[in-house]
């Protein structure tokens, strides 16, 4: 996959929310249950907070990176974690097992899963010729 302006500002966008949002319950869970609700397992939101974390570190990492060129796999496992989080955040609030709250986190994945579609969109005019004069 080319590298290309809007490949970069993806990886760093979704790298530097993966990072806010998994850090904020590892740092604060006061603040974070404020606005997401009461957590009945605080393990399971910090584990969920570690994996944001580490993921964060790839995305931001290969974001930084000068590299003419992106393995596939990177922008593959970002739009896949932005779809199940979306469907997570979607699923259990309308099964009321999460708050509401969490719809503006879904609505945040689907941003974030569409720029990844726009991305491959590009990348596939880009192969076939599409847009050159």
Same mark, same amino acid.
């Given at each position: 996959?080319?590298?290309?302006?809007?490949?970069?500002? %993806?990886?760093?966008? #979704?790298? +530097?929310?993966?990072? $806010?949002?998994?850090?904020?319950?590892? @740092?604060? %869970?006061?603040? *974070?249950?404020?606005?997401?609700?009461?957590?009945?397992? #605080?393990?399971?939101?910090?584990? @969920?907070?570690?994996?944001?974390?580490? *993921?964060?570190?790839?995305?931001?990492?290969?974001?930084?990176?000068?590299?003419? #060129?992106?393995?596939?796999? $990177?922008?593959?496992?970002?739009?896949?974690?932005?779809?199940?989080?979306?469907?997570?955040?979607? @699923? *259990?609030?309308?099964?009321?097992? @999460?708050?509401?709250?969490?719809?503006?986190?879904?609505?945040?994945?689907?941003?974030?899963?569409?720029?990844?579609? +726009?991305?491959?969109?590009?990348?596939?005019?880009?192969?076939?010729?599409?847009?050159?004069?």
């Amino acid at each position: 996959m080319r590298r290309t302006p809007l490949v970069r500002v %993806m990886l760093l966008g #979704q790298g +530097a929310y993966y990072a $806010v949002t998994g850090l904020w319950p590892l @740092i604060h %869970m006061r603040s *974070f249950e404020a606005i997401s609700g009461p957590k009945r397992d #605080q393990w399971l939101v910090k584990t @969920i907070g570690l994996l944001l974390t580490a *993921f964060s570190s790839v995305l931001l990492l290969a974001g930084m990176r000068r590299q003419p #060129q992106l393995d596939v796999e $990177v922008p593959l496992a970002a739009a896949g974690d932005a779809a199940a989080l979306a469907a997570t955040d979607v @699923i *259990f609030t309308a099964q009321r097992r @999460i708050s509401p709250a969490y719809l503006l986190d879904a609505l945040a994945e689907v941003v974030l899963l569409a720029g990844w579609i +726009a991305v491959w969109r590009t990348a596939g005019r880009a192969k076939t010729g599409e847009g050159e004069e």
